[in-house]
C-alpha cells in the first residue's frame, strides 16, 4: 500500500460554522470522518445515514458527499483529507468499492482514531518540519487504524439500484447545465413521477433539493479554492445564468450571501 499525503485537518461545530460545505466532492481528495460531538446525518454517494459520536466515515476521492445537523443539535467533525491514496484491492483514492456501507458504527479502532487525528489537529498548519512530519506519521498511522477497521468489520455490502446510481452519476457530472427533472427522465426513458420517486426513496432527496446543495455545494468549494473567484463567474460555473437568483439561493441554503461567504473564507484562511 502506498502511503499518502496528508492534505488537510478540519475540526467542525455545525451549530457554530457557518461556512461549512455543504453537497461537495473532492477530485483528488479522500477523507476519513470522525463524528465527535452529538448526532446527525452524513451522506456518502448519496445515501444517508445517521451517525453518532463513535462513528467513522469513509469519503473516497471524487466521491459525493454531505451532512446535516439535527434540529440544532450540538454535532461535531473531526476529518483529514488525504493524497495519494491506494489501498489494496481498491481504484485509486478510494476507501471501498461503491456497494460497500461506508459509515461504521463504534468500531474498536475510534478510540485510537480520535487521539491520533486530535494530536494532528493540535499541531497542523505549523510551519516547523518537524511537527509536519510528525503530522504525515500520525496520518500513516490514521489510516493503519482504518484498514483494520475494514478487515474486522467484513464491510457489508448495501442494495445500490444500479439504474439510480446512473441517473446519480449522471447527474454528479452534469449539475452545471440546464438539467431539469423532464429533461434527466427523457433521456432515461423514464416517466417524472417513476424518476422523482425513486429518486427520493434511494438518496433521501428529492431532485430539486439535490440539485440546489450540488450547486451551492460546487460555488462554495470554487470560493475557498479560488480566493479572487468572482461571484457571477461561480454562478455561471455552477448552473446559474442568472447571478441575482445564484446569491439569493445561496443566501437561502447557508445563511450567507457569496459576499459575505467570501469574506468570512477571507479571515478563517
Not at 478540519?10 to 463524528?35: F, K
Not at 450540538?74 to 489501498?87: C, E, F, V
Not at 506519521?137 to 464491510?155: G, P, T, W
Request: aromatic share 12%; net charge negative.
Amino acid at each position: 500500500m502506498k502511503k499518502p499525503i496528508l492534505e488537510n485537518c478540519t475540526y467542525v461545530n455545525w451549530l457554530e460554522y457557518p461556512g461549512y460545505i455543504m453537497m461537495h466532492r473532492h477530485d483528488n481528495l479522500a477523507e476519513v470522518t470522525l463524528s465527535v460531538h452529538g448526532k446527525g446525518r452524513y451522506a456518502v454517494n448519496n445515501h444517508l445515514y445517521d451517525v453518532k459520536v463513535g462513528d467513522v466515515i469513509l469519503s473516497g476521492a471524487g466521491v459525493v458527499h454531505d451532512a446535516f445537523m439535527q434540529e440544532r443539535e450540538h454535532y461535531g467533525t473531526l476529518t483529514i483529507q488525504l493524497s495519494g491514496l491506494q489501498m489494496p484491492d481498491c481504484e485509486p483514492g478510494q476507501f471501498l468499492a461503491k456497494d460497500q456501507v461506508p459509515v461504521f458504527h463504534l468500531p474498536k479502532q475510534y478510540p485510537e482514531l480520535r487521539r491520533q487525528m486530535s494530536e494532528i489537529q493540535a499541531m497542523f498548519g505549523m510551519e516547523d518540519e518537524e511537527y509536519q512530519e510528525a503530522c504525515q506519521e500520525k496520518a500513516e498511522i490514521v489510516l493503519e487504524q482504518v484498514v483494520q477497521m475494514i478487515h474486522d468489520s467484513d464491510c457489508p455490502v448495501q442494495k445500490v439500484d444500479s439504474f439510480c446510481l446512473e441517473i446519480e452519476e449522471y447527474i454528479n457530472e452534469h449539475y452545471a447545465e440546464n438539467l431539469s427533472l423532464e429533461s434527466i427522465a427523457a433521456a432515461f426513458y423514464v416517466s417524472t413521477f417513476h424518476l422523482s420517486h425513486l429518486f427520493k426513496k434511494e438518496t433521501g432527496y428529492n431532485f430539486k433539493q439535490y440539485m440546489m446543495r450540488m450547486r451551492i455545494g460546487e460555488a462554495q468549494k470554487i470560493f475557498l479554492d479560488e480566493k479572487n473567484a468572482r461571484i457571477a463567474d461561480v454562478a455561471e460555473r455552477v448552473g446559474y445564468e442568472d447571478a441575482a437568483y445564484f446569491s439569493r439561493a445561496f443566501q437561502k441554503e447557508t445563511g450567507m450571501s457569496p459576499k459575505e461567504y467570501k469574506n468570512y473564507i477571507s479571515v478563517m484562511r
